[in-house]
T-cell receptor
Framework: NAGVMQNPRHLVRRRGQEARLRCSPMKGHSHVYWYRQLPEEGLKFMVYLQKENIIDESGMPKERFSAEFPKEGPSILRIQQVVRGDSAAYFC?????????????FGNGTRLTVT | AQSVTQLGSHVSVSEGALVLLRCNYSSSVPPYLFWYVQYPNQGLQLLLKYTSAATLVKGINGFEAEFKKSETSFHLTKPSAHMSDAAEYFCAVSVNSGNTPLVFGKGTRLSVIA
């Protein structure tokens, strides 16, 4: 049973370009979470999605960032018009149901570098 | 809102020595508490989880953590460090609400000296 798959592992974008980060949850998991990790700051929650629904986006910047988890296909975190401050590791995690009953399973992350 | 504080961004121990990584939480309701480990260039792996059953929780790789409500702590310990334990460790908290995401501490980097 494959784990959480994220791609690409590394992504380099120039300022102003768009970045698309993909996450395929574990088989049977319908809950997806995106986190951003900056050095010395730990993981910051960005958004929580279930199939076709955004449940909690309280950690998402108001502009340029969006996320989706369509009925078919991976979850996508999209960053428009990237800036240097967007450089970070972005982690996706999934679970079959709520956190109370099931821990999160993390992917290996996408490391975004904005030049 | 819940939060987690990890005391010490970097801990260094000798191989075979006791490992103690500190975590204090803040929550207005009974929490669920977690420890995760992250190896270089990888995602996070669950070490152990507290869900209000037993206060002493045993995890993988010989780690355990004790929930102390009076101290609002959930410190991670291992009696004897191994070189392979060198990694970054994160404490996280959630509450008994299905839609509440995990809140992570800033992490503690563990170095093991031969």
């Amino acid at each position: 049973n494959a784990g959480v798959m994220q791609n690409p592992r590394h992504l380099v974008r120039r300022r102003g370009q768009e970045a698309r980060l993909r996450c395929s949850p574990m088989k049977g998991h319908s809950h997806v979470y995106w986190y951003r990790q900056l050095p010395e700051e730990g993981l910051k929650f960005m958004v929580y999605l279930q199939k076709e629904n955004i449940i909690d986006e309280s950690g998402m910047p108001k502009e340029r960032f969006s996320a989706e988890f369509p009925k078919e296909g991976p979850s996508i975190l999209r960053i428009q018009q990237v800036v240097r401050g967007d450089s970070a590791a972005y982690f996706c995690a999934s679970s079959p149901d709520s956190i109370n009953n099931s821990p999160l399973h993390f992917g290996n992350g996408t490391r975004l570098t904005v030049t | 809102a819940q939060s987690v504080t990890q005391l010490g961004s970097h801990v260094s121990v000798s191989e075979g020595a006791l490992v103690l990584l500190r975590c204090n939480y803040s929550s207005s309701v009974p929490p669920y508490l977690f420890w995760y480990v992250q190896y270089p260039n990888q995602g996070l792996q669950l070490l152990l989880k507290y869900t209000s059953a037993a206060t002493l929780v045993k995890g993988i790789n010989g780690f355990e953590a004790e929930f102390k409500k009076s101290e609002t702590s959930f410190h991670l310990t291992k009696p004897s460090a191994h070189m392979s334990d060198a990694a970054e460790y994160f404490c996280a908290v959630s509450v008994n609400s299905g839609n509440t995401p995990l809140v992570f501490g800033k992490g503690t980097r563990l170095s093991v000296i031969a």
